[in-house]
């Protein structure tokens, strides 16, 4: 029951993600005002519903095709942005100013939370019980062994967008001695005349409108899995989806009425470090369901797997744990 709220707590702060990057996006691309766009983004309900009903390879094929678009999107922004690879390279190792400074503790944590979203561990565990296989032992071999590539394929995609958003960035803005750019409609801007060409923005918005696309069609499918999987609820697919997504919508708008277009950009922050935070929740029991061999046989993870899995996931909490201690006494 507590996995259940946890992960639809982790789905809601993904869809309040979704919702405003396809809000801003809308207004980026087609002048749509934001609160509009936040509303309009309620719709893409009917699709998900959809493509629900006519099967799961439809709904894969839908989340591929978002995923090279942003993929292509962003390959061609750092193509244009000409950055350092060095400083590519050297960006990738850790600096222990990271957890000295709390600003950049916080903006870490939530990378890794837009990074390893912890509901989509659960939709990867689930994905491969779609897949046919023979019920023996070498079937079932060759199904984990292709779950594994699934899995590491698409976090590796989804440290690849989130990388070459800050790849981007440092080689355009901060390039150009612009240190203060916050705002994503600032950046969209700001990229055209720094890049020498309006393609720049236009794939920044259409990556950003995709990403949206592809966080509500995972979200949707998490969140069944979860309430069907641990609590054998079958709700209809239209009241599961409603749900989750007035728990997005509502503090949205409210946000985005009260405080604009800068609190949308804050929350969109804060929805990742949330995902972070419950992160742990996700990761513990799979290291361990996963290391048991009471559940697993012959297929529970080796000695060295287990040790390395609960040395990363250790990591996992004690970072999290360290911002809420510097959040709140700090």
């Known amino acids: 029951m507590i996995l259940w709220v946890l992960c639809e707590l982790a789905i809601a702060a ?28 309620a719709l893409d309900v009917l699709v ?42 050297k960006g990738f190792v850790p600096s222990p100013e990271i957890i000295n400074n709390p600003s950049m503790l916080y903006i870490a ?5 837009a990074t390893v979203m912890p509901h989509n561990l659960y939709l990867h565990s689930s994905i491969v019980q779609t897949r046919q296989y023979e019920q023996t032992s070498s079937g079932k071999r060759q199904a984990i062994k292709y779950a594994t590539w699934d899995s590491t394929i698409a976090l590796f995609f989804a440290l690849f967008i989130n990388a070459s958003i800050l790849i981007v960035s440092a080689a355009t803005f901060h390039k150009a001695g612009m ?7 600032d950046a969209y801007h700001l990229l055209a005349p720094l890049l020498g060409t309006t393609l720049g923005s236009i794939l920044f918005g259409v990556a950003l409108l995709a ?18 999987g641990f609590l054998n609820i079958r709700l209809p697919a239209w009241l599961r989806r409603l749900i989750t997504r007035l728990i997005a919508i509502v503090p949205a ?7 604009g277009e800068s609190g949308t950009a804050q929350l969109l922050i804060l929805s ?24 697993m046989g012959e297929f529970a993870n080796p000695l060295w797997l287990k040790v390395l899995a609960w040395m990363v996931a250790m990591v996992i909490i004690s970072l999290n744990a360290y911002l809420l201690f510097q959040t709140f006494f700090g």
């Open 211 to 228: 990403s949206g696309q592809n966080s509500t069609l995972t979200g949707t499918l998490a969140g069944q899995i979860v309430m069907e």
């Open 48 to 89: 998900v519903l959809l493509l629900q009903n006519k099967g799961f390879r439809y709904i894969e094929t839908l989340v591929i095709v978002l995923i090279l678009t942003i993929g292509a999107c962003f390959v061609t922004e750092i193509f244009l942005s000409k950055p350092d690879v060095g400083g590519i390279l």
């Open 253 to 259: 708008v409210v946000v985005t009425a009260l405080y």
């Open 14 to 41: 993904c869809d309040l993600a979704e919702v405003i990057g396809s809000a801003i996006a809308l207004k980026l691309l087609f002048g749509i005002p934001l609160i509009y766009g936040v509303i309009i983004t």
């Open 179 to 185: 240190k203060d750019v916050a705002e994503i409609e």
């Open 272 to 295: 990742q470090v949330i995902l972070s935070l419950q992160l742990s929740f996700a990761v513990v029991p799979l290291v361990q369901f996963t290391s048991d061999k009471k559940k």
């Open 109 to 113: 944590i939530g990378i890794l939370g």
